[in-house]
């Protein structure tokens, strides 16, 4: 079965500094890993998804992650943050395939942008 | 505008009654999904439905009933019997034919027991 780690419960930063958002996922098999944000009082907006191929995949509102097979990870970045991406980030892995295959998602990352 | 719409907002319920939430999408999705989100602890499965009038429990049950008589439709019921219910409850959809499992969310539905 597959797993989420999302290390940091909060993250606090300063308007216009870099940020990165850990995320660590268990495996036996490939997987399929999401980036989802959540502002508050709302429903969940996906940012961006690995499928396969290039590691460094771009999402929207300037974020991009990273796919680390050999540290089963999947850490988000984005070089400069504004007052308006202070939301719930959730990261979340599927096996992918036919059938009903589970999404599982990690306790999330609250980031905290002030000025 | 397609989407998935989830009615009400907010909903205040008495200690033993039953409440429905309602989910409805025009995207015509196969697949829909009912997921209970608490301070903390993510979100988790419900119930999920693959197909119009088939529907499969997730990790969380009981105290839930579900419904799937219309492909655009998938209303959730809290029961009586549901010991903790206030929470944040997210309708969620999948496209045809995507074995990736992307899902995409409703607004979601503020549940408060008093």
């Known amino acids: 079965a597959q797993s989420v780690t999302q290390l940091d419960s909060q993250v606090p930063v300063f308007e216009e500094a870099p940020v990165e958002l850990r995320c660590n996922y268990s495996?036996?098999?490939?997987?399929?890993l999401f980036w989802y944000v959540q502002y508050p009082n709302q429903g969940l907006q996906l940012l961006l998804k690995y499928l396969s191929g290039s590691t460094l995949v771009k999402g929207i509102n300037g974020f991009e992650a990273e796919f680390n097979k050999s540290q089963t990870s999947f850490h988000l970045r984005k070089p400069s943050v504004h007052i308006s991406d202070t939301a719930e980030y959730f990261c979340?892995?599927?096996?992918?395939?036919?059938?009903?295959?589970?999404?599982?998602f990690g306790t999330g990352t609250r980031l905290l942008v002030s000025p | 505008d397609g989407g998935i719409t989830q009615s009400p907002k907010y909903l205040f319920r008495k200690e033993g009654q039953n409440v429905t939430l309602s989910c409805e999408q025009n995207l015509n999705h196969d697949a829909m999904y009912w997921y209970r989100q608490d301070p903390g602890q993510g979100l988790r499965l419900i119930y999920y439905?693959?197909?119009?009038?088939?529907?499969q429990k997730g990790d969380i049950a009981e105290g839930y009933s579900v419904s799937r008589e219309k492909k655009e439709s998938f209303p959730l019921t809290v029961t009586s019997a549901q010991k903790n219910p206030t929470a944040f409850y997210l309708c969620?959809?999948?496209?045809?034919?995507?074995?990736?499992?992307?899902?995409?969310f409703g607004p979601g539905t503020r549940l408060t027991v008093l």
């Open positions: 979340a892995v599927s096996r992918g395939g036919t059938g009903f295959q589970k999404l599982v």
């Open positions: 495996s036996s098999v490939s997987v399929y």
């Open positions: 439905s693959q197909i119009v009038n088939d529907f």
């Open positions: 969620a959809s999948r496209p045809q034919g995507d074995f990736t499992d992307t899902q995409y």
